[in-house]
């Protein structure tokens, strides 16, 4: 009998730490599902959006691939013309697909470089990337800064690949 | 405790159920266990220089919610929260009395969950507020999240905010989008 009891415990044990270690391997907050991202959805700003899937694609660990008839969207571009709204672009988690807006009443007036910024920014969020704040990071030079188009750049910084890495 | 070759069998088969449930669990579960969706915004100017954030603004002014005047839920991934505002103040602008602010964020019934923006809470009715907010075509001055809601808490800090952004406005750098 007591034999058996221990057995019985450590097999719930066995099963617990494997459950336990599947579910804690992708984090939270993130568009990634399975190691890659595939989007679909719409936008005014095409050459931006291939700009940032290119750029971090370079990183190698996440594949971030448009979306087919055989795999599930997991990230929905789409354009957003809100002119009172202080954002220029937007990542909102979904149960379903999460969604990148682009706000066109701030990109019309953008240079490619800035609406390049922009869409990279983004994407680093689908990526599962914070942003930053001069007060948890010293310098505004990182495309994940919380408003992409004050960093002068639009390629995934050191910084930027750094939380990449550790993230991925 | 000795451990024979069908429960060595029986052990694996455990721990491969147990990995699946794992996965299982992280693929089901990923998006839809919290009730709170975030959603993180990209500022379209550097909203940490008070000089941009009231030159980018229509209005800066003090101001104590009434009441809740609604949220709209328009097929957008985030919904909108309507107020009833008295205007306190004007620092920026020379709004009328009772306004109503928009504040991106609320209960969305599309997600079944309240959808945040940038972590910047809710409009607390009762509340006094100093607003950044620009003019929106739908009738409401829409809020910078999280840097255009700060609450007042005591005079104290109503003095402090007031001379900070009455300095801000004298110094304001108008918003432009050609620039870095």
């Not at chain 1, 202080?86 to 979904?94: E, F, L």
């Not at chain 1, 930053?132 to 408003?147: A, F, K, Q």
């Not at chain 2, 928009?102 to 972590?119: I, P, R, T, Y």
């Amino acid at each position: 009998m007591k034999d058996r009891v221990m057995n019985t415990s450590v097999l719930m044990l066995l099963f617990f730490a494997a459950a336990a270690f599947g579910s804690h391997f992708n984090p939270a907050g993130s568009s990634v599902d399975s190691g890659e991202i595939r989007w679909g959805g719409s936008t005014t700003y095409t050459d931006a959006r291939q700009w940032a899937t290119d750029k971090w694609n370079a990183l190698g660990a996440i594949s971030i691939q448009p979306d087919t008839a055989f795999t599930i969207e997991d990230l929905t571009w789409q354009d957003a013309d809100v002119c009172s709204a202080s954002w220029d672009g937007r990542w909102t988690q979904y149960i379903g697909a999460d969604t990148v807006e682009l706000n066109k009443c701030y990109l019309k007036n953008y240079t490619d470089f800035k609406r390049r910024a922009v869409a990279t920014h983004e994407l680093g969020h689908g990526l599962g990337l914070g942003d930053h704040t001069l007060s948890d990071y010293s310098s505004s030079s990182i495309v994940m800064y919380n408003c992409s188009t004050c960093s002068g750049v639009n390629t995934p910084q050191t910084h930027d690949q750094s939380d990449y890495n550790s993230l991925w | 405790m000795k451990i024979n070759k069908k429960r060595f069998l029986v052990a694996g088969l455990i721990m491969i159920l147990g990995f699946t449930a794992g996965y299982a669990g992280k693929r089901l579960t990923r998006k839809d266990s919290s009730q709170v969706v975030n959603t993180t915004a990209s500022y379209a100017f550097d909203v940490s220089d008070p000089r941009k954030l009231v030159g980018w603004a229509d209005n800066v002014f003090f101001g104590y919610v009434d009441s809740s005047a609604g949220t709209l839920n328009v097929g957008q991934p985030v919904p909108w929260s309507l107020y009833k505002v008295t205007v306190q103040e004007n620092i920026k602008g020379n709004l009328p009395e009772t306004v109503t602010v928009g504040q991106e964020g609320g209960f969305s019934v599309d997600k079944n969950a309240m959808v945040l923006l940038n972590d910047d809470a809710l409009l607390v009715p009762g509340k006094e507020y100093l607003f950044v907010t620009k003019a929106d075509a739908r009738g409401w001055h829409t809020l910078v999240p999280a840097f255009g809601d700060l609450p007042v808490a005591n005079s104290r800090e109503r003095r402090a905010l007031s001379e900070k952004f009455n300095n801000a406005h004298t110094k304001q750098i108008p918003y432009d989008p050609k620039a870095f």
